[in-house]
């Protein structure tokens, strides 16, 4: 079976993501809440769906501004429902609202969703996946795992012969700093 790092480059839609995001630590808390909603939107597809669909998504979701999204209403939730352009699925659409209104509190409390990350960091997949499941909804192993490594808090991401890597690991991302 072949490795991410070994299909995805040079691909139309894998390359770029490999190349320049897949594991880089990332700060902006609207970055990370896109990345949450992409990976609760990738469950049961294919990732090479969801980054077909990406630029729809983030107009769909006013670019993942974490305010906005939080303050959505039922007429939102009917035009997202309706958006050829994303994953039509009402429980991942209620969990996008839902999980930008947790992270107003998270933001409210420990002043960013990266610094909420940070505070809890270093946790084993299964200590983040309850504490995800605590917090948010439609969170379950594989999508806490695939967010927690696509944004550098869990190891994974690249094969250490990956030239990536290299890229990566001069950034110190959080879970080479345990």
């Not at 990732?47 to 999204?69: G, M, P, S």
């Not at 999980?99 to 933001?107: E, F, G, P, S, T």
Request: glycine share 6%; proline share 5%.
């Amino acid at each position: 079976m072949s490795s991410y790092c070994q299909i995805a480059p040079g691909h139309p839609f894998h390359g770029s993501y490999h190349d320049n995001e897949y594991g880089f630590p990332l700060r902006d808390d609207n970055l990370l809440f896109e990345r949450l909603i992409l990976e609760i939107n990738q469950a049961g597809l294919s990732w090479l769906t969801i980054l077909k669909k990406r630029e729809n998504f983030r107009q769909a979701y006013h670019n993942f501004n974490i305010d906005i999204v939080a303050a959505y209403d039922e007429s939102d939730k009917i035009r997202l429902l309706s958006d050829r352009g994303i994953i039509r699925n009402r429980l991942k659409i209620d969990a996008a609202i839902e999980n930008a209104r947790r992270l107003v509190d998270i933001r409210n409390e420990y002043g960013s969703f990266a610094a909420w990350l940070d505070y809890h960091h270093p946790l084993s997949k299964p200590e983040w996946t309850k504490l995800f499941k605590k917090n948010f909804r439609f969170t379950g192993g594989e999508i806490v795992g695939e967010f927690l490594m696509s944004t550098g808090y869990l190891p994974g991401a690249h094969e250490e012969q990956c030239p990536v890597y290299a890229k990566i690991a001069k950034l110190n991302p959080p879970w080479m700093q345990i």
